[in-house]
């Protein structure tokens, strides 16, 4: 419309722009939580098995089943907790995500949809 | 026997070749050539991502790496597979959302700077070739062993058909080989892991308690090739932030209808990869119970022909049909493996040079689709010729220094300026500069001074620069914008490049319709 082709950022009686919305800082949100969550756990856990292979190496090379030892033990669980990690982020960014992402396109305030 | 090998071999060729022709007669336009038509389910992108992270580095590397150094081995091959977890979450459905074609569009997207885009690019292709000539080297070598082509020429093979596959089949043919490929490894892993097993009484432990009192304790300790204490850390900084920055990597997100499905493909990427990374441990320490340390050394100082040497005892043991056959068959997939994966090199710098270079920062977008087409396939040829050439200059040379190379830079000048692009609001093209820069002298300056080269007399300590060179490469960024001037239209711009990123839309009363040829608005997509 050609009124948005002329606003200019100082034009505050336009109608409410769609990142200034609610629902798009909800998704802002969610998504910055969710991955700072991914990240801590993921790489957190990755990060103290690195350390702990550099720092400790007598307590990584302590047997615990036959020879297998804390340090592959430690990079066993690396593995799992990293595919966790991934379903349950992938999970709720299916569902929670997406339904933001939704309520945020379909926008009964001030003009059509986008999509 | 010889003759057995090459055999296979060349069925495996006629394989690949046979995808590349009909890829070929599908791709007709740029989007098939760059994207594949953007079509992919996750399923086969997964797969295909797979195929293209399940590289001969992690095939025969990681093997290698477990058979000699026990512990430090599985460290690296869990490193790529949580490496993917910062794509997951920060950088994979945001740059399907901004993008077009390649990295550097995320980067000009944001940037709305033509030497933004040029940045970034001196960045894809430095990382790109990195990563490309010890693939080339590892194939010639691989060749010569096992067919005995020689050296030269089999470089000249590998970069002729590189170029076959990506100017005739583009996007298409590539995944499509690396999904073979991808499926290929995953059944010969299996068959050696499970046929292992069974020697073993499907007792896991037995292999570790085997090497144990073969080799002693220490040899299943940390630290055997890591041997300073932080090399552990800097090799998963690595993998955590250079595979975010690997064009070849992140270019397959465009080729997927949208952000959910991206997201998705990941999942597959990382069981099915992951997995296949689980098992190289076990199929290096398998082979140095079986083949035993002396012989894996005694074929290759780094340890590379670890899995294939397994593979042949396995089969019967040299000389004997089993023995030949089964190590023909995987000397065929590491082949396939190097052929897929610079493939995908090859789309990946075809876009950076065809699609950033000539088509936006030369000719301002004002392309015909068909023209860039011809480009785009006209360049396969030339990086396909320097391909060679450096295949041919880096013969005896170091080259898993050029993998670590690639994997650093990656970290240190193209992960900060993807990352600030998409999420720092005060970024600017200046940063991307200062960034891209400062990211890579530091990785390159300090892999030049460090063990990988200097051996023992290294003045930096490290065999991976990351540590040291990601951070720098991040101040670099931030500093180069904190420092300039501020670029308030980018500031204000943030907040929809930000909608665009999340959503996939452009934002409502979007005031910036841009002119600029920059400006990837065009954003082709398949109709929902």
Do not use: C
């Amino acid at each position: 419309m050609w009124q948005t082709r002329m606003e200019r950022p100082e034009d505050a009686t336009a109608t409410p722009r769609s990142i200034d919305r609610p629902e798009f800082r909800a998704l802002v949100r969610a998504r910055r939580t969710s991955s700072r969550a991914a990240l801590v756990v993921g790489l957190g856990f990755y990060g103290v098995v690195s350390l702990l292979a550099g720092y400790a190496p007598a307590l990584m090379s302590r047997r615990v089943v036959g020879a297998v030892n804390v340090g592959f033990l430690l990079i066993l669980a690396t593995y799992v907790l990293t595919w966790v990690v991934a379903v349950v982020y992938v999970r709720h960014a299916n569902r929670v995500h997406d339904r933001l992402t939704e309520d945020v396109l379909v926008s009964p305030a001030g003009g059509q949809p986008s999509r | 026997m010889k003759l057995l090998t090459f055999a296979i071999f060349l069925l495996m060729l006629g394989v690949t070749l046979g995808i590349t022709y009909w890829a070929a007669r599908r791709t007709r336009s740029t989007s098939e050539f760059y994207t594949a038509g953007g079509g992919l389910s996750a399923g086969q992108n997964g797969m295909a991502l797979a195929g293209d992270w399940m590289s001969a580095a992690a095939f025969l590397g990681f093997t290698g790496l477990a058979a000699l150094n026990g512990m430090d081995g599985a460290l690296y091959a869990v490193g790529a597979l949580v490496a993917f977890l910062p794509i997951l979450v920060l950088v994979a459905e945001p740059l399907r959302n901004t993008g077009k074609y390649t990295v550097s569009d995320v980067i000009a997207y944001r940037m709305q700077s033509p030497h933004a885009r040029m940045a970034s690019v001196a960045g894809s292709i430095v990382v790109n070739l990195a990563y490309l000539v010890p693939q080339m080297a590892g194939a010639g070598v691989l060749i010569q062993l096992l067919v005995g082509i020689p050296y030269n020429v089999s470089i000249v093979l590998v970069g002729t058909l590189m170029v076959v596959y990506v100017a005739f089949g583009g996007m298409i043919a590539t995944t499509w080989v690396q999904i073979v490929k991808g499926v290929l490894l995953l059944v010969i892993g299996s068959v050696l892991v499970v046929w292992t097993a069974g020697l073993f009484g499907f007792n896991p432990v037995g292999l570790f308690d085997a090497v144990d009192s073969q080799y002693g304790a220490g040899f299943l300790a940390p630290g055997n090739y890591l041997t300073n204490p932080l090399d552990a850390l800097s090799l998963g900084l690595s993998f955590a932030l250079g595979t975010a920055g690997l064009p070849h990597v992140l270019i397959r997100f465009y080729t997927v209808p949208n952000a959910k499905v991206a997201r998705n493909s990941i999942v597959w990427l990382m069981f099915l990869a992951g997995s296949f990374f689980m098992m190289t441990t076990f199929i290096g320490l398998s082979a140095a119970h079986f083949v035993g340390r002396a012989a894996i050394l005694a074929a290759d100082p780094a340890g590379n022909l670890a899995l294939p040497l397994l593979a042949e005892h396995l089969g019967g043991g040299a000389g004997t049909i089993g023995g030949t056959v089964f190590l023909a068959i995987v000397a065929a997939i590491a082949f396939t493996t190097i052929l897929a994966v610079v493939a995908g090199l090859t789309v990946a710098t075809s876009g950076a040079i065809a699609h950033d270079v000539y088509v936006n920062v030369v000719k301002g977008g004002a392309v015909s689709e068909q023209q860039q087409l011809r480009v785009a396939r006209w360049s396969t040829v030339g990086i396909g010729a320097t391909a060679i050439g450096l295949g041919l200059l880096a013969q005896g040379l170091n080259v898993a220094v050029l993998v670590i190379l690639a994997i650093s830079v990656a970290a240190s000048a193209n992960f900060p300026v993807i990352v600030l692009s998409l999420f720092w609001r005060r970024f600017t093209t200046r940063g991307v500069l200062s960034g891209v820069v400062v990211g890579l002298v530091s990785s390159v300056g300090l892999a030049l001074i460090g063990p990988a080269v200097m051996g023992p007399d290294a003045i930096f300590p490290l065999i991976n620069p990351t540590l040291v060179s990601a951070p720098l490469g991040f101040a670099g960024a931030i500093l180069g914008s904190l420092l300039g001037p501020r670029d308030r239209t980018g500031e204000r711009r943030f907040a929809e490049v930000q909608f665009r990123a999340y959503t996939g839309e452009d934002a409502q009363e979007s005031a910036e319709a841009g002119t600029t040829a920059d400006h990837v608005i065009d954003h082709e997509r398949p109709t929902p």
